[in-house]
């Protein structure tokens, strides 16, 4: 046989188990092994290190601890507010 009446043969063939798969849809994740999946998926505090600064959600508080303390502010934004709140 030629190649070019095999291959239609064998996507079908792929297309066909390919579907069989969809369909099943994903297995459950075992009773056993899911605070350890869990675990690994969830953001670690050292990952994400703007969370250990203690962040002023106001501009009046910051200020204030500013001038009492005589350091700069530092203003972090983007678009849709500050990465602090709420998603």
Known sequence: MKIGRILPV??????????QAAADGPKPIPPDQFAKLHAMIRVQPEEQRFWQIPWKLTVTDAREEAARDGKPIFVWAGAGGAPIGVC
């Open 10 to 19: 064998l996507l079908a063939a792929a297309g066909l188990a390919l579907g």
